[in-house]
């Protein structure tokens, strides 16, 4: 497999492992309609998470949530929007990004934008 897909799953992974030890229920992983994906669908309390994340090894190239552009967004707001069509019951939810910026020999760095809007 390439590197960057390589690195993506590393950081889903570690993302799912850290929703889960803060309270999140993980409901689907790389759910996808058509051409379109969600990284993590998960729920906490009443609310429903449509999860977005980005991964880079250290900071060279920035930080990772910068490389959720307008347009990446937009495409897991469709994705969202087909998901509660097809899952009717949730009324409550939100868009979040958790960044992962990898540190080897040292424990990632993992950050959680909650409830953002592009």
Not at 36 to 50: C, T, V
Not at 96 to 101: H, L, N, S, Y
């Amino acid at each position: 497999m390439a590197g960057h897909i390589d690195t993506g799953m590393e950081g889903e992974l570690l993302a799912c492992e850290w929703l889960s030890a803060n309270g999140y229920e993980i409901l689907h992983r790389n759910w996808r309609f058509g051409h379109l994906e969600i990284d993590i669908i998960a729920r906490k309390g009443s609310f429903l998470h449509f999860v977005e994340v980005k991964t880079r090894y250290q900071q060279q190239y920035g930080n990772p949530e910068d490389q959720v552009t307008r347009a990446k967004f937009k495409k897991l707001q469709k994705a969202a929007h087909e998901y509660i069509s097809r899952n009717p019951g949730h009324p409550w939810f939100q868009y979040d990004i958790i960044a992962v910026t990898l540190r080897p020999p040292d424990a990632p760095e993992i950050f959680l934008l909650s409830d953002v809007f592009l």
